[in-house]
């Protein structure tokens, strides 16, 4: 469990939003240090049998279709770590454009 240095921050639930900002955090130092490797990622999020099955340019389509939805705000306001495919949009982005890339909060 990530470090929460602010225990002030649980009854108003931002304990969780502190944890999301923590793992982007973590995948955009990722992708600083093996840029090359940012984008396998997705094996985890597949499984190690579907991984190279998976069309990655499809995969990056299909999410605007689904990133609007209330439900999946919802699931990320709730939990403590970010939506998966957010958190591969925003590794994309930060192999695209650099370091300062932030991922979708709600």
Not at 14 to 34: C, F, G, M, W
Not at 62 to 87: A, C, E, M, Q
Request: neutral net charge; contains cysteine; charged residues 25%.
């Amino acid at each position: 469990m990530p470090f929460n240095p602010c225990p002030a921050l649980k009854p108003l639930f931002l304990d969780k939003s502190l944890t999301r900002a923590q793992e982007y955090t973590a995948d955009r130092t990722a992708v600083y240090y093996a840029e090359e490797c940012a984008l396998d990622r997705i094996y985890l999020y597949s499984g190690k049998y579907m991984g190279d099955k998976v069309n990655i340019d499809e995969y990056f389509k299909s999410i605007d279709t689904h990133d609007i939805s209330f439900w999946v705000k919802l699931n990320n306001f709730l939990s403590d770590h970010p939506v998966g495919y957010r958190r591969m949009q925003a590794l994309k982005e930060a192999k695209e454009n650099g370091w300062d890339v932030h991922g979708k909060m709600l």
